[in-house]
């Protein structure tokens, strides 16, 4: 053993020494390029010449240099400098400044202007003045105004209108100026727009200037000085341009491009733009001006709801709000783990679990009697093992309501005495010796006895090991078999439901494919009372849902949505189009919209 290592050392070194001769004869390049090309089992460190070693560490210099060098990594390639446009990159560009605006301007014109489609950089620089440097330059420009129309009407001659009308502004903005009610800026504004050609740039040039020359505001290319006009119009604040004009606070606030009549809220998170006006949407959900925090989302496949969904909350996370979700289908784990959440698979082969059995934690603003909170647990019980053996009738509900009653007794647990300090809580396979003891009870222990010993076992039979201890904690169910996921998400809403009641504030229950709660009866009304009771306990159920129409003609899918103050509707079916019609009264071109619209609209 020890020669054939020998022998092996003596041929690898034979081929190393061959390899590098091979490479001292070729450029430094060529070197470089071989020592990549070698597989992984032939590299040897004895190949680098000395020139090599020096060349390569020299490369790595330069390329640690260049990395942080931020700025050549967002530059353009280059940029070409013509007399009234200029080439960006293969883009060509072209650059305006403000040479004047009318006496007043209001946001409804400068609404206007932002709708404006076209690829563009906007920006606006804001001077502040001195109110006493303006008050004489005014005063001295009212003194020559007046003048000039003294002088026409001793000489009787008709003097130009625009004299007037200039000499009443100056003296009103004087007034306005002394009493505080306004005050003096410079500002500058600068566009500059995008196009593939010289044709197209052209084009749009000239919508542009029609566009805003409605609205009293001149505007002029820069000629001859397009380089410091697109470094100004670029989010550096650089105004290398400088061609300010004056302006007072009304109509500078009336400028400002995200004033609106829309949903507009302080501490709220945006929403996106308002198709009509262009204007920002911007609201909290959990605000007080809203009858409550719910919402739903209704979406073909691939609309983009849960991206929308998933922008939602982080936007939320950003605002401190706890966020919980549940998970059909690992969408939104990479989420989860960006923003170090809790990410809990829940399935027969998972290591976490939740006990049905467990009681739920006393509310806070409740005195409870002996037995309230057993009797709660019993009633939720009821309704989860229901969802589980495909429902029950009056008799086999009093049989298993006796029969819960039974197991939990055997924990010393009853409704004299509900306390569960030092008590080991029940499980499923307790229930099922219950029902096996029980006269009658043979039938339903046969249905119960597969989620003990059989094989969903691991499921519902096992002390819980979760908690909701993280600003966002999303519930996995995507890996149990599709007869079993009512019945999951069931319990793990139950599980979350009495902990959100146990401790009020602002949170966020996002439940994903919420159809799954919609194919038995005894879930769906768990899911709508839900719905109806969040708002008392600070919650707000984000409802999620790509099959619309099933979703809606369900006996609780239309309540669950009219207990929903935001409805969000992206891209629909034709289908579906005419049910939606029914539930939210949309209009022939709301209609023609849903049904034709893009990812994301």
Known sequence: MDFFVKIRHTDSAAVQATTRSALANQSLDEQLRRIV???????????????????ILTLEQEYVQTMKDYKSHIAPSYREMQSSSYNLSGVMAKSYYAVSYPAYIDFLRTRDVMSFYAKRDMSRFIYPAENSAIQGMLKRRATQLKAEISTAAQKGITYDADIDVEYHDVEN?????????????????????YEHDDDQ?????????QKISGYGIRIKPASQRMDEAQIAA??????????????????????????????????????????????LVIFDRFAHKLPNANSVVLATSGAG???????EILRY???????????????YKPLCDKVGGTYLNISINAPFHINPFDLPPPLEDIEYKKGDLLRSQIISLIGLISVLIGGVDAAEEALLDKALQ?????????????????????????????????????????????????????????????????????????DIEDSLKTPAMYNVLNFIWTRVRAHKKPRLLVIDEARIMMQQKI?????????????????GVTTITQDVEDFLKSDYGKPIVSNASLQLLLRQSTSSIQVLEKVFGISDAEKQLLVSANIGE
């Open 173 to 193: 903005i004087r007034q306005k100026l002394a009493t505080r009610e306004e005050r003096y800026f410079e500002t500058s504004y600068y566009i500059t727009l």
């Open 523 to 539: 879930a769906a009304n768990f899911l709508y009372q839900i719905v109806k009771r969040a708002r008392k306990y600070g919650l």
């Open 234 to 279: 670029l989010p550096i604040c650089i105004d290398d341009l400088a061609i300010p004009r004056s302006m007072v606070t009304t109509s500078l606030a009336g400028s400002f491009p995200f004033i609106s009549g829309d949903l507009i809220d302080q501490t709220g998170i945006l929403y996106g733009a308002n198709l009509h006006t262009g204007s």
């Open 317 to 331: 996370l950003m605002l401190g709000r706890e966020v919980i979700v549940i998970d059909p289908e690992n969408e």
């Open 406 to 478: 039974s197991t939990y007794a055997l924990k010393e647990i009853t409704f004299k005495n509900d306390d569960i300090t030092n008590k080991e809580i029940p499980t499923m396979a307790d229930l099922l010796h219950v029902l096996e003891g029980m006269q009658g009870g043979e039938d339903m222990s046969l249905k119960v006895s597969k989620y003990v010993t059989g094989t969903f076992a691991n499921l519902f039979n096992h002390q819980t090991n979760v908690k909701l201890d993280t600003n966002l904690t999303v519930f996995s169910i995507r």
């Open 305 to 311: 709801k849960s991206f929308a969904t998933k922008l």
């Open 37 to 55: 090309q070698l597989d992984d089992d032939k590299y040897d460190d004895n190949l680098l010449t000395p020139e090599l070693r020096k060349n």
């Open 201 to 209: 740039l052209r084009e749009q040039g000239k919508k542009l200037e």
